[in-house]
């Protein structure tokens, strides 16, 4: 498994867990449990954000890990 297959797979795993607090939230009627549920969706968001970045700067360094 390549670099970028990795970075790919990172990639989709913390969209799916952003997505499934984003559903938490919407879910619950807990206003504490829906505040935190948002929170962690948005640490994911910005994770995602620097991974995607990586991943950039992965092709842009190394061209032979794109997939």
């Given at each position: 498994m390549t670099v970028g297959t990795q970075m790919q797979q990172a990639i989709a795993t913390v969209q799916n867990a952003a997505a499934t607090m984003k559903t938490?939230?919407?879910e619950t009627q807990d206003q504490q449990a829906k505040k935190t549920f948002e929170q962690?969706?948005?640490t994911?968001?910005?994770?995602?954000?620097?991974?995607?970045?990586?991943?950039?700067?992965i092709q842009n360094q190394e061209p032979q890990y794109k997939q």
């Open positions: 938490f939230s919407l962690l969706a948005q994911f968001d910005s994770a995602l954000n620097e991974l995607k970045g990586r991943e950039q700067y």
